[in-house]
Structures are given as C-alpha cells and as structure tokens.
C-alpha cells in the first residue's frame, strides 16, 4: 500500500483544495493543524486491494499555526524581535573538524545580545513616552497640563504632583508592556516550544545536520531561559527609569537617608543587570537530544527579583520630597544614544566572527560572502529604532499644544534629538533603495527582451507570437528578481549603517534636532536637514499609522489577518534561538506532527509513503524527512516542487541548508525528486551537485504556447502555484513510490515475524533521554 503526504506552502490551502475534493475528513490533528483525507478514502487501510495502482492521498494543513485568531495581528509589532532571531541562524557554514568551537559559539552569543537589546529598546521607548514626555515633561508643564484634564490630579501641590511620584504611577504601563510580552510568549511556549517529539533510541551521529538532531525541534529550556533574562531586563529598565531621577534629585539636595537607600538601589539594580547578561550569554541551544529539563533558579528567580526591585524602586519614587519640580527632559539621549552604539558595535563585531567563519569554508552561493546574518542583525535593530522612534515622535507631536513642534519651546514636551536623527536619515535610505530598485527594473526589461527572442523556439511546431513571448519572458525575468536580493539587502543595511553613525554623531556632537544643528550653515544645507527631519518624521508617523490600521483590520478581517499569516511563514520557521518574544516557531509543531504521522502510518502498516511539499511546505517536509529514524526513512520518499531549500534558504541559512547538508539529505533519502519552473520566483533546483539526480526542470510553463485541440483556450503562466496540474508531477510521484526498494515491511504486532536481516518497524515513542552535558561542535552556538 503506498500514501502521498501533501503539504502546502506560504498562502496555505484548504483540505478541499490540496485534495481536489469537496467531501474530506480530519483523520488527526485539531483545529490548528491536521491531516484530511478524501472521505472516500478514510478507511482505505482496510481495503488495500481497491488501491493497488494509485496511492492513498493525505492532506497536512498547517496554515492555522500563523494565521489563527485576532491576536496574530499584534505580531507585527514584533516584527524586529522576529527579524534577529532570523540572524541567528544565518550563521556561516563551517566545514567538518573546524573551527574551534567559540567561532560558533561567539556568534550566537553576540547575536543573543542584539536581541537583548531590542527587548530594552522597547522598554525604554515606553518609559520615554509614558515616564519622560507624559509624566516628566507634559504634567510638569502648567501649559501642557493645563490643556487636558487627564493629568489634572497630578499637577504641583497634589499628591501626585511631585515628579518622583508621578514617575512611579507613569511606569505601571512600561510594566504592564513587559507583562504583555511575557504573557504571549509563555502562552505560545506552552503550545509549540513544548511538543515532544518523536526520537529514535540510538543517539544522533556527531555528523548528522544539525536539523536531524533530535532536540533541533524541541525549544522548551533555551526559551525559558531567555524569556526569564528578557522579562527580568524589561523591569530593570522600568526600575532604572524610576530610580535614577530620584537619586540624582537626593545626591544634588543632600538629603543623607534618601541618598544612602538610592545608592542601594543602584548598586542592586547594577548586580541584577549582571545577572541578566550572564544568563543571555552562559549557554545556547541544546540540539543533541531533546532537553526536559528547566532552569528553575533563572526561570523563576530572576524575574521574581526584577519585579521586587521594580516595587522598592517605585516606593523610593513615591517618598516625599516637597521641593522638587521637573524641568528639561530625562536622560533619554544618552540611554538611546548607548543602546544604538551598542547595537553598531555588536553587528560590526558579529561582520567579523561571520567573515572568519565564510573563509573557513567559502562558498560562492552564500549570500553576501557570509555576511547575511549581520545585515539582517542590523536591519532588525534599524526597524526597531525606526518603530519605537514613530511611536514617541506621534506622542510629542499629540501632546504638542502650539503646534508649531519647535524642540526648544518650554512648554512643547520633545522626545531626545537623537530620535529625530534617526527620522532624518529615512529620506536619503529610501532614495538609495529608490535609485537601486530603478536600475534593476531596467535590467529587468532589458532581460525581458533577450529571453523574449528564443521563447518561441521552445515550443516546436509553433508559429511565433511577440505579445505572447513577451508575457513569458516577462514572467521569467520577474522570477530571476529574486537572486538580487542579496543586493537590495547589503544596500539596505550598508546605508543604514552609515547614516545611523552619522545620526548618532550629530545628535551627540549637537544636541539639537537636524534643523536647529544646521541653522546658519549654507542655505541648501540648512534647507536639506530640515526637509529630512520633516519628511522622515511624517514617514515615520505614516509607517506607523499604518502598521496599527493594518493591525485592527486584520484583528477584524479573516482575509487580511491570513495576509500577515503568509508574512510569517517565512519568518517564523526557525526556533526562537535568540529573542524569546519573537513570534513562535511553527515548524515546532509542523515538523513533529508530519514526523510522528510518518512514523506511525509505516510501522502500523509497513506501506511506502511520498512525502510531497510545494514551497515553504518542502522545508518542513525536508526538516520531517530529516528527523526520521533510519529504518522508516528507507520507507519514505521525497518530492519537492516550488521549493526554496536552495535558491533561498541554501543562500541564506547556510549552516543549515547549504551543500553539505542537502547533499547529506540526498544521501539518506535516495527517492528524492524536484520540480522547477523558470518562471517561478521562489522555487529553483536544490542539488548541491549538478551530477545528482535529483531536479527536473526547467518544466514547461506555461505548458502550450499557442491553441490547439488540446489546448483550446490560452494556458496560463502558472509561475510558482499548480505544479499538480503539470503532468510531470503524477509521473514523477509514481515512480519514487517505484523507486521505493524492498517489499512491505510487516505491519505491527508481525515484526516478531519478519524475514531474518530486516529489522521490525516500531512505532513512534516520547523521547525522555536526559539531556546530554553538550553539543557537539559546530552545532548550536
């Protein structure tokens, strides 16, 4: 008996559409993800005879996992959290016995830190809203106070009118936000993190790939761990932002008590920011074995200690000091100004292990010579600057009552300067990326027109037709696009490098905004800086007005919530290694399911089974084919079509799909078969070696070029979709499900039976090995 397991790709399908049929059940799964059959075929195990010539066909719809209920909307907001979480897995390649291990372990490291700082960069972009512009500035100014009513209760010669206390009741929502971030991401730890996967009793060989070791899948203690150290960072800059204003006031007043007990308090708040580090950088992943175990002292007791300095920060806020009034701003330059030094010099940091470890094993196919994963690095500390930036520049231009926006005015509460470098810099970025997307539009046309002349002679028999070729060949070149994203990423992220150093250093160099910084300078270049701070300050609220429209109508419309659903499919495959408040990892459910139905269906009835995935359904099902104990994987065969594994992912996340481990998945799953289109712009071929017989393709598409009898109507470019509509998607199946050696193996409660020399097929189990004291080298980081 033979089954073909489909999997979907990035926009998802229903059971009815993957199977062709509008009458389909859930065989297992939930309402999240399951598998369907054609109701026709639910018990086809016990009619066998009815399909001797053609397989049973399964359906794993998975779509459900990114694109679920309204919650899913608010991702977006962690758009840069999931950005360099992507950077710790586009980590270089290194080839086998090299390099010694801190190489490896230094990236994931610095990456750890990266992501560490998004965390406080958040934070402290709602302390500077809710601490420095609401309750420091606004309430502190009898204009701005005097225009609403809202903070009425807190204005000088109240009870909350002094600003300590007015500080303390203002950080309840920064706290609140890290509670909010905990809360989802322990929520979803719960749901994926914490699937047990199936795992085989013999231990991994330490030159399996990295995603066929059996804890690759299984998240539960680094989360954990990172989700601790990340909360616990969130309340420290809550309870730093609260204290330190307090103390400074003591020390300038002299008062002896209250300046003793704020010394204590920083000093306490100094050994607690310790303790974080250390947690973030003592240890990676475990990917040898599944890991069961949690670290209870960091999971429990470092948060737990975060929330009870935040509590004695707020009531060192709260002790009555008569004479103290708010003026100016908070030090807010200076602790953003910190923070993106840190990010630059940590990216610039983890250019140089990335470039080290490329020339260890250089491989022309990596994206930007080994450099991905510090530019991506980069890209997500820029979004997250640019984000936080919006979101206080929206609040001082709100709480703005002359509407004039002028930074020096007394009564104007104004965020630090450094934030509106940072909007000044958009306009020139985006006319680098202007200018680059028009040169490549010109290639474009340019290679439109070269294909266009030999489109016709593909297609013997045909006379020519020039509209005709040139949609064809349009199609082509739009597809050839996509390996120009290396490109568009080292333009993006080489430019944001160099002008967020020069924002940083005209904001400390000045202390004024762009337009005050350039007063009296020639008249262009006056005009110019404040035409950029004027127009990066409206894109910026745009982009921002933007994004939380894009939020409450996918919150209310199915349709656009599954659009933000797509947008994450790419994203969010790969396990939450360096920022825990990313959004989850769905393959840590996607893979262990298709890896226990697998498992399972083989040893209960000792069929072949094809596992065929089209686009992002490939990589899981690779990852699948991967995670299979050797005796099934020899009853499993693999078809590929639309697949990214190499054209993407192979130039990306080389460490992971890179030639040496496709080449290593060729070898243990020698049915292998991949379908390839010259007009798809996301699938390619993925032999590492032009010599395996692996791809086939370019397929014909479309697959008539003119009418005909049998093509009466004009066959469509299907690009990257309808690769079952090709005939050489069913002939292709059936001869791997041919290529499948040996006769059945018996199904279960027979094994004792079975020929001498064949092992029995047991059915899947949990695995409960302890974890091992440590992975082998070149293998977590």
């Known amino acids: 008996m033979a089954l073909e397991l489909r999997v979907h790709g990035v926009h998802g399908a229903s059971p009815e559409e993957l199977l062709d049929d509008p009458r389909t059940v859930r065989v297992t799964g939930d309402a999240t993800a399951a598998v369907f059959r054609r109701a026709a075929d639910a018990d086809a195990e016990s ?72 965390t406080l960069l958040l934070i402290a972009a709602a302390c500077e809203v809710a601490l420095d512009l609401l309750a420091w500035q606004c309430a502190g100014s009898p204009a701005c106070a005097g225009s609403r009513s809202w903070p009425g209760f807190a204005q000088p010669g109240r009870w909350w009118g002094q600003p300590g206390r007015r500080l303390a009741l203002a950080a309840l929502l920064p706290a609140a936000l890290t509670g909010l971030l905990w809360f989802l991401s322990n929520r979803t730890w719960s749901a994926y993190e914490s699937q047990t996967p199936p795992a085989d009793a013999a231990a991994p060989a330490e030159d399996t790939p990295a995603l066929g070791r059996p804890g690759f899948w299984y998240g539960r203690r680094i989360v954990a761990r990172l989700r601790a150290a990340h909360t616990a960072a969130g309340l420290l800059t809550v309870a730093a932002a609260v204290a330190l204003p307090a103390a400074r006031h003591d020390r300038s007043a002299g008062t002896p008590g209250l300046e003793a007990f704020g010394w204590a308090v920083e000093f306490l708040l100094t050994l607690a920011a310790a303790a974080v580090a250390w947690v973030v950088c003592r240890r990676g992943r475990t990917e040898a074995r599944p890991d069961h175990r949690l670290d209870r002292a960091a999971v429990t007791w470092l948060p737990a200690t ?26 807010g330059d200076f602790a953003f100004g910190l923070l993106m030094l840190g990010q630059g010099c940590c990216t610039l940091l983890l250019a140089v292990v990335a470039l080290r470890l490329h020339r260890l094993a250089p491989d022309p196919q990596t994206a930007l010579s080994g450099l991905g994963g510090p530019a991506i690095a980069l890209l997500g500390c820029a979004l997250g600057g640019v984000m936080t930036g919006g979101v206080a520049q929206r609040v001082a231009d709100w709480l703005d009552v002359t509407g004039t926006g002028a930074a020096g005015a007394a009564a104007v509460p104004a965020p630090p300067v450094l934030l509106s470098w940072q909007a000044a810099v958009l306009p020139p970025l985006l006319l680098v990326l202007a200018l680059l997307a028009a040169a490549f539009a010109v290639r474009t046309l340019l290679a439109r027109r070269r294909i266009a002349a030999g489109v016709a002679a593909e297609y013997p028999g045909e006379s020519p037709d020039e509209d005709r070729s040139r949609r064809i060949a349009g199609a082509r070149a739009a597809a050839a696009l996509t390996d120009s994203a290396p490109w568009f990423v080292a333009a993006a992220s080489g430019t944001t490098l160099l002008l967020g150093a020069g924002a940083l250093a005209g904001a400390w160099l000045t202390g004024q905004v762009p337009g005050e910084a350039a007063r009296g300078a020639h008249p262009l270049l006056e005009a110019a800086a404040r035409s950029a701070q004027d127009a990066g300050s409206w894109l910026i609220g745009v982009g921002f007005l933007l994004l939380v429209t894009w939020g409450r109508r996918a919150y209310r419309d199915p349709a656009a919530r599954r659009t933000i659903g797509v947008l994450w499919d790419v994203g969010t495959f790969w396990p939450r290694a360096a920022h825990p408040f990313a959004p989850p990892c769905y393959a840590e459910r996607a893979v262990p399911d298709l890896t226990w139905r697998m498992t399972g269906w083989t040893g209960r009835t000792g069929g072949r089974l094809v596992i065929s995935g089209h686009s992002q359904g490939s990589v899981l099902a690779a990852a699948a084919v991967w995670q299979l104990p050797p005796h099934v994987r020899r009853r499993v065969a693999l078809l590929t079509y639309g697949s990214p594994l190499r054209r993407l992912y192979g130039r990306w996340f080389p460490a992971y799909f890179g030639p040496a481990p496709l080449l290593a998945l060729h070898r243990q799953v020698d049915c292998w078969r991949n379908l390839w289109r010259a ?87 949990i695995s409960r090995e302890p974890a091992a004291p440590g992975d082998p080298p070149r293998t977590a980081g």
Do not use: K
């Open 47 to 118: 009619h066998p005879e009815r399909y001797a010539g053609r397989p049973v066909v399964e359906a794993y719809c998975w779509s459900r996992l990114t694109s679920g209920n309204g919650s899913r909307a608010l991702w977006l907001l962690l758009l840069p959290f999931m950005v360099v979480n992507l950077a710790h897995w586009a980590r270089p390649a290194v080839p086998d016995g090299a390099p010694p291990p801190r190489a490896v372990r230094t990236y994931g490291v610095l990456v750890r830190i990266l992501a560490l700082s998004l």
């Open 306 to 331: 975060a929330l009870a300095l935040l509590v004695t920060a707020l009531v060192y806020a709260c002790w009555s000091r008569p004479g103290w009034t708010s003026s100016g701003r908070l030090p």
């Open 679 to 765: 007009t798809d712009p996301i699938g390619g071929p993925v032999a590492a070696d032009p010599a395996e017989d692996v791809d086939l393709g370019p397929l014909a598409d479309p697959l008539a070029y003119g009418r005909s009898t049998r093509h009466p109507l004009p066959a469509p470019v299907l690009g990257h979709f309808d690769y079952q509509a090709d005939p050489a998607f069913a002939a292709e199946r059936d001869a791997l499900l041919a290529r499948l050696a040996g006769p059945p193996a018996p199904p279960d409660g027979q094994e004792q039976q079975a020929r001498p020399g064949r092992p029995p097929v047991p059915p899947p189990r």
